[in-house]
């Protein structure tokens, strides 16, 4: 066994030694997904050009901005995001994905007001019959792959632990508080955004629906509040071969990491994610911009200690805060060519992302 695993570091070392700095920066790229500012693209747009220039993984669409909830960003007809999804992907020199939060009641992008229709919160939707719930994630994926989505930050299989919960709980973006239920209706959106050719993502783990804090606006401790029960939906769809993808949750566990929330955490990314609950999936990062991480921790620190977590791709909304391209690609260059991030890092994470377009 440790042949092997001499002969596989010899082989990323070679294979890290022969690659240069463009060609690095561009598998670094293949793990970013960010926002942008625009309604419409064409070839001299700045996010055309980033994504050329860096082979970025992909894009995540927004109706408003957060700042401005008056003004729209990407969205705002489903004639203009047709234009604008289909821009994205011709103009792109390689597969991308287009990713949204569509979730159904408060969570939507894509809105009844711009001209779309309505769905349920997950809430609502588990009051339904199976064939309703059924019927209803089945519109709602087409609806999305008609507007040239093929990437859904959904189903959320947080369990309705914490009655008190805001960001959860108090906008019925969660299942219920039973596990079984929560992985039920959660493998119906799966399924159903599967046949559509949409990526699913679940969130948050390890289990936000027992917070009291809301990660957007700073540190979430759920020690004392959490439990192993949370895991259950994750668990129950790994084996059941239904996980495209999973994004962390920027809440910090002292039982599962004593110093670093999840998204930094290689104990729960790696040692608990990967290796006891052997998912061998993509991993996405929450929002890197977010006050929980991003006030707490530099640039340089947040990226290198999310990768060696374990985390595949880096989400950057753009919505909290700016941030410049360049600086990232090289702040992470400069992390892979100083060992701070390790070159099989970065080939383990370009392989897994290749696999979600296959």
């Keep these: 066994m440790k042949v092997i695993f001499l002969l596989i570091f010899i082989n990323f070392s070679i294979f890290a030694s022969t690659i240069n700095d463009n060609e690095l920066k561009k598998m670094i790229g293949q793990m970013i997904v960010i926002g942008f500012p625009n309604e419409s693209v ?8 980033q994504i050329n220039k860096y082979n970025l993984a992909g894009v995540i669409l927004f109706d408003i901005f957060y700042n401005d909830r ?40 894509l809105k009844p007001k711009y001209g779309f229709e309505e769905f349920l919160s997950a809430k609502k939707i588990s009051e339904l019959s199976i064939p309703d719930a059924k019927n209803s994630y089945k519109n ?32 019925e973006r969660s299942f219920g508080s039973s596990s079984e239920e929560v992985t039920k209706y959660a493998k119906i959106l799966i399924d159903e955004q599967k046949k559509a050719g949409i990526i699913s993502v679940l969130k948050h783990f390890p289990g936000h629906g027992s917070s009291l804090g809301d990660s957007h606006l700073g540190f979430v401790d759920i020690s004392d509040t959490w439990s192993q029960e949370e895991l259950e939906p994750y ?59 991003s006030k707490h921790f530099t640039l340089k620190e947040t990226i290198t200690l999310t990768i060696n977590s374990g985390v595949d791709i880096l989400l950057f909304g753009n919505q909290l805060a700016n941030q410049n391209l360049d600086e990232l690609i090289n702040t992470i260059l400069a992390q892979v060519k100083n060992g701070e991030i390790p070159h099989a890092k970065i080939i383990e994470s370009n392989r897994r992302i290749k696999k979600l377009h296959e």
């Design 235 to 293: 668990k129950q769809l790994i084996k059941q071969k239904s996980v495209d993808m999973i994004m962390t949750a920027h809440v910090f566990n002292s039982y599962l990491d004593e110093k670093y929330p999840a998204t930094l955490s290689y104990n729960v990314n790696t040692k608990l994610l990967r290796q006891k609950m052997d998912y061998k999936g993509v991993i996405v990062s929450d929002d890197l911009q977010m006050k929980a991480i």
């Design 70 to 109: 008056e003004k729209n960003k990407n969205i705002f007809s489903p004639e203009q995001l047709q234009r604008l999804t289909t821009s994205l992907k011709k103009l792109s020199n390689h597969p991308i994905l287009i990713s949204v939060d569509q979730e159904g009641g408060k969570v939507a992008r």
């Design 42 to 49: 064409n070839e001299n747009s700045e996010i055309i050009k």
């Design 140 to 171: 709602m994926s087409k609806m999305l792959q008609k507007n040239g989505i093929n990437c859904n930050f959904a189903p959320v299989v947080d369990l309705e632990v914490n009655p008190k919960n805001k960001v959860i709980v108090g906008l």
